[in-house]
């Protein structure tokens, strides 16, 4: 138990100040990815320019790896606040359709209830868009990703995100959260990493459910508030 705890406050260090570097290098990146735009002139030799693309490629990549940690700015250590996690779900929506309609992805939320928590919006936000953007790119051919929000018996929110993917195997399964783990050519390997840390931070719990070639079921348990 207590190798257990060393470790998720391990995490929790690791993706705190993480957020905070990242917040820093994000736009001396945009500055330089700009100016390697820039220089890509037409009339360079062919090797030049494809010593530019690989640059703005890398950087790219770079930045996939700070926005699995930092889609929504720098999160503010003691920011906690009653969230209305359907507003939420909802902005979250809004923020991933164009990358969803890139994808030929529709995102549904039928059952949006009324539940709040406690805690810190942008964490929240990250971790839910984390998991999302694994929901779309787990349908290479397009589909459809329902989400519902609803309050349990027991005191808990159930947030509900279910995709028409490619699956996972109980291993892959057991995997998720580790970081680097990644079955993706680009991927990185840390989203689910930083979003199972968040909901840990929450207190609370996630579930998943798939089946190989038919979909996954992503169910977040998060303890309610009046
Ligand atoms: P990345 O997306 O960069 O690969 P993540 O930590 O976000 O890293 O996800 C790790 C791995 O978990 C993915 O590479 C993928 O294999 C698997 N995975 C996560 N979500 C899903 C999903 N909804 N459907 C299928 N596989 C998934
Ligand atoms: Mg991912």
Not at 12 to 41: C, K, W, Y
Not at 96 to 121: A, F, M, R
Not at 162 to 180: A, E, H, V
Request: charged residues 25%.
């Amino acid at each position: 138990l207590r190798l257990e705890m060393q470790k998720s406050e391990k995490l929790r260090v690791i993706s705190e100040l993480t957020s905070v570097f990242a917040h820093e290098i994000r736009n001396p990146m945009q500055v330089t990815r700009g100016f390697l735009q820039l220089l890509n002139d037409p009339d360079l030799p062919k090797n030049k320019k494809e010593y530019i693309q690989i640059s703005i490629e890398e950087l790219d990549r770079a930045n996939e790896i700070i926005n699995d940690f930092l889609s929504f700015g720098k999160p503010l250590i003691n920011n906690n606040e009653r969230i209305d996690v359907a507003y939420q779900l909802q902005r979250v929506v809004n923020i991933i359709q164009g990358y969803s309609l890139n994808h030929k992805v529709e995102i549904k939320t039928d059952i949006l209830d009324n539940c709040w928590i406690y805690g810190n919006p942008q964490k929240l936000n990250q971790s839910l868009i984390n998991i999302l953007k694994n929901a779309i790119e787990s349908m290479p051919n397009g589909g459809i990703v329902w989400i519902t929000c609803t309050s349990t018996d027991d005191r808990y929110i159930k947030i509900n995100i279910k995709d028409q993917g490619i699956g996972m195997t109980k291993k892959q399964i057991d995997r998720l959260g580790s970081p680097f783990y990644s079955l993706k050519e680009r991927g990185t390997g840390l989203g689910m990493m930083v979003s199972f840390q968040i909901v840990h931070s929450f207190k609370g719990k996630i579930q998943v459910h798939s089946e190989m070639d038919m979909g996954t079921e992503f169910i977040i348990l998060l303890p309610q508030i009046t």
